[in-house]
């Protein structure tokens, strides 16, 4: 039989969270493997913020000069391999990758993200992470005082028009359908002066991703710039759950404050485990898992 290819720690996953917890753990002189697909969810985002030093530039950008930086430590090798299998257990896993090879390491860090699932409409996906936004702390600065749209109802909508309200008095929250909201719900809307629009969404009307109007189902088309959503998600990687790591009621991977998930030997950082999606928030992530995960290594020799 083949002999596997040994290291201490194989990392799925090769964005943020995946490089930074690469970059501790090869400071820290142990043998990491890097395995990464190059499909990130922010592929198309133009500007990335909130992060020090790296304030607008491109996520791509910021990548690569991240994987640029962390393979410059011998101790660290990527590949362009997804992985389609793990067995084993703590300090004896085996990886198997999408290219039939087969390595062995002691711990695992899955770093997979999520993958948006996006609403069926029209030049959604086209503009998704340009004017059809998430975040108002990643975005929210750039659309400040614009015509701003909502993809939101109930509840929900009346926590986060609150927020986005803090950037934009131009706002409408489109229900896509008949409004849940109560009486008294309805006039804190109005005194906040947020207008709701319950004829169905339509199409999204960009220019390279980026918005001029909303185009709904009875003709009209509502003159916009920037629209915030929140699709659903699922998990990029199938493994962890499969291994038995316990995931929590919508879907994300269940750490505790050092990115160990519920299976030992296991960590995960980054996009898959919170709601914080931001490059900031998976780099510390990262850096935490790693650093973590060296100790748990020294530990155990």
Known sequence: MKN????DVVIVGGSYAGLSAAMALGRAIQQV?????????NYQTPHSHNFLTQDGSTPAAIAAQAKAQVLAYPTVQFRNEAAVDVTGEDNHFTVTTDTGAQVQARKLLFATGVRDLMPAIPGFVESWGISVIHCPYCHGYEYRGQPTGMLTNGPVAMEWSQLIRNWTDQLTIFTNGE?????????QLAARQIA??????????HHNGYLTHIG????????LTAFYARPEFEQHCHLPRLLGCDHNEVGRIVVDSMQKTTVPGIYAAGDATTMMRTVSIAVAG????????????????
């Open 4 to 7: 596997q290819e040994q290291f």
């Open 179 to 187: 409004a849940s909201f109560l009486p008294e719900q309805r006039a």
């Open 33 to 41: 493997l890097v395995l990464d697909t190059g499909k990130p969810c």
């Open 196 to 205: 709701v629009e319950e004829t169905p969404v339509q199409e999204i009307i």
């Open 286 to 301: 990262g850096t935490t898992a790693g650093a973590l995960i060296n100790h748990e290594l020294l530990a155990t020799g």
């Open 216 to 223: 709904l189902a009875d003709g009209r088309q509502v003159p």
